[in-house]
């Protein structure tokens, strides 16, 4: 199987900065995007990773190590509205899966 | 910009009933995800299409079955439906897999099997 594996949950303050890290199964490999999810919406992208290093996009940087299967999302000056589930997901060929998410709670 | 659009947004049926989802992708999209979100789980991946043919199959029942028309739209059509169907159902679609490119969701079907 191709395992991604993220944290549950993540508890930071309006503000504060939280890394959400994903780690996955290299083999074929090919492109890794971070969603945001509100309860009962549909995912929002966020961003995507296909070559190692930092992408940057205002608050929200991600970064990805392909010989270390590793990536993370960093969330910058925490606003209430970011509380949320953040979706790993890892393309491989056809398939797009997804990690079982994290939800992040942003306390004032 | 256009995207990704689904419909309907909600759908109810009894247990048994069949029911048909549609997907219409980005324009100049050829490929086609279809994902299941039961409450509280991650989208669990049903499957794609790629230039009309069936590219991967994740976890779809054999009461399922899909299909990708020559516009790329897709269908998601499910019988005998069961209470345990119930769920969100989303579609994705991108371009030119292989490659990395951006995977884009539509709103979502809610179907509520009763």
Partial sequence: GQNIDQ???????EGAIVQINCTYQT?????L?????HAG?????????VLDGLEEKGRFSS?????KGYSYLLLKELQMKDSASYLCAVK???????????TVTVRA | AAGVIQSPRHLIKEKRETATLKCYPIPRHDTVYWYQQGPGQDPQFLISFYEKMQSDKGSIPDRFSAQQFSDYHSELNMSSLELGDSALYFCASSSTPGT???????????LTVV
């Avoid at chain 1, 995007?33 to 999810?37: A, G, R």
């Avoid at chain 2, 990395?100 to 809610?110: I, L, N, S, V």
């Fill in chain 1, 7 to 13: 944290p549950t949950e993540m508890t930071a303050t």
């Fill in chain 1, 63 to 67: 970064f990805l190590s392909r010989s």
């Fill in chain 1, 92 to 102: 491989w060929d056809y398939k797009l899966s997804f990690g079982a998410g994290t």
């Fill in chain 2, 100 to 110: 990395p490119t951006e995977a884009f969701f539509g709103q979502g079907t809610r």
């Fill in chain 1, 27 to 31: 083999s074929g490999f090919n492109g």
């Fill in chain 1, 41 to 49: 919406e549909a995912p929002t992208f966020l961003s995507y990773n």
């Fill in chain 1, 33 to 37: 995007f971070w969603y945001q999810q």
